[in-house]
């Protein structure tokens, strides 16, 4: 299995970025993608989900209403629209392949067990 992230860069505030993760060799009926985020000196945080079948989405509360996870047309491919960037959204942003997610457990990075690489995302002021 290999998670392929990419899209990150340098954006001013409140501008946007689309990250993109392009999923290969996963094969499991029902799983989750997830974005995760870990800025330095900081623990990893989930930042949003999708879950198959069902298409149902997860965000956190640092990102409701600023950011959308979709999937490709191809459902190998799992985007993050990130819109108004706040210098707080700064980190390095990994895509992940995992269990499907239960309610009492919407987003454990413990849950993922395929990673991509990790893109970084610099927000400035």
């Known amino acids: 299995v290999q998670l392929q992230a990419s899209g990150g860069g340098l954006v001013q505030a409140g501008g946007s970025l689309r990250l993109s993760c392009a999923v290969s060799?996963?094969?499991?009926?029902?799983?989750?993608i997830g974005w995760f985020r870990q800025a330095p000196g900081k623990e990893r945080e989930g930042v949003s989900r999708?879950?198959?079948?069902?298409?149902?989405?997860y965000y956190a509360d640092s990102v409701k209403g600023r950011f959308t996870i979709s999937r490709g047309n191809a459902k190998n491919t799992v985007y993050l629209q990130m819109n108004s960037l706040k210098p707080e959204d700064t980190a390095v942003y990994y895509c992940?392949?995992?269990?499907?997610?239960?309610?009492?457990?919407?987003?454990?990075?413990?849950?993922?067990?395929?990673w991509g690489q990790g893109t970084l995302v610099t927000v400035s002021s």
């Open positions: 992940a392949v995992g269990s499907y997610p239960i309610i009492s457990r919407p987003l454990n990075a413990d849950d993922y067990y395929y």
């Open positions: 999708t879950r198959s079948p069902g298409g149902a989405t």
């Open positions: 060799g996963f094969t499991r009926a029902s799983y989750a």
